[in-house]
Each structure stands twice: as C-alpha cells, then as structure tokens.
C-alpha cells in the first residue's frame, strides 16, 4: 500500500506562482510513473503533467510552458511548480503515483488534493 501526501496550494494573484509538492510511502517499486491531475467545478477530471519511469514528460497544452513537473527518487517524491497562473488553472489538484513489480500488476494511488484558486 502507498500512502501520497499533498502541500502547496494556496491564493495567487493571475500571473502568480505556486509549487506543489506530493511525498510517497509505503511499498514502492522501483518502477513507477509520477503525474497531476486537476478537476475544477463542474469539468471532468484533467491530466495535466505525467513524467515517466525514463523521465519523458508530458503536459497538457493548456499548461505547456507554465508549468514543470520535476521528482527527487530518493525522496519519493515529485514537485509541479506553476507559473504564469491564469483564473483557468483554478481546481483541485490530485497528485498521482503508478507503481508494481517489473513482472506484475501496476497500481494507481491518488493524493487527497489541495486547492489552486487564482483571483482575476
């Protein structure tokens, strides 16, 4: 079992910069794929930055340039930091952990959330 601890939400002001930060434990397999997610109301739930096993990065377009998502293996742990924010990127946003055995079932572990709000 891995257990995902969010920080770093807050209040900014369009064109302000948060980071957030999300730290694993438990069971956690060499392999794995770390990423963010974000739901605002009322929307369907968005990817918005997954980085690989390899350490190949994608990010939603509507974050591309803005945002960059980074992790420190040895601390378990992976960081989005957003800049430029727009009242857009205002939601909830879910940290995200894929992780199993080389030869086995990958599981799928979400964070509890913090909120983003940026003020227009």
């Known amino acids: 079992q891995v257990q995902l601890v969010e920080s770093g939400g807050g209040l900014v002001q369009t064109g302000g910069s948060l980071r957030l930060s999300c730290a694993a434990s438990?069971?956690?397999?060499?392999?794995?794929?770390w990423g963010w997610y974000r739901q605002a109301p009322g929307k369907q739930r968005e990817r918005v930055t997954i980085?690989?096993?390899?350490?190949?990065?994608t990010y939603a377009d509507s974050v591309k340039e803005r945002f960059t998502i980074s992790r420190d293996n040895a601390k378990n742990s992976v960081y989005l930091q957003m800049n430029s924010l727009k009242p857009e990127d205002t939601a909830v946003y879910y940290c995200y952990f894929q992780t199993g055995p080389p030869s086995g079932k990958a599981s799928v572990y979400w964070g509890q959330g913090t909120q983003v709000t940026v003020s227009s």
């Open positions: 438990g069971s956690i397999f060499s392999t794995n794929t």
């Open positions: 980085i690989t096993s390899g350490g190949t990065t």
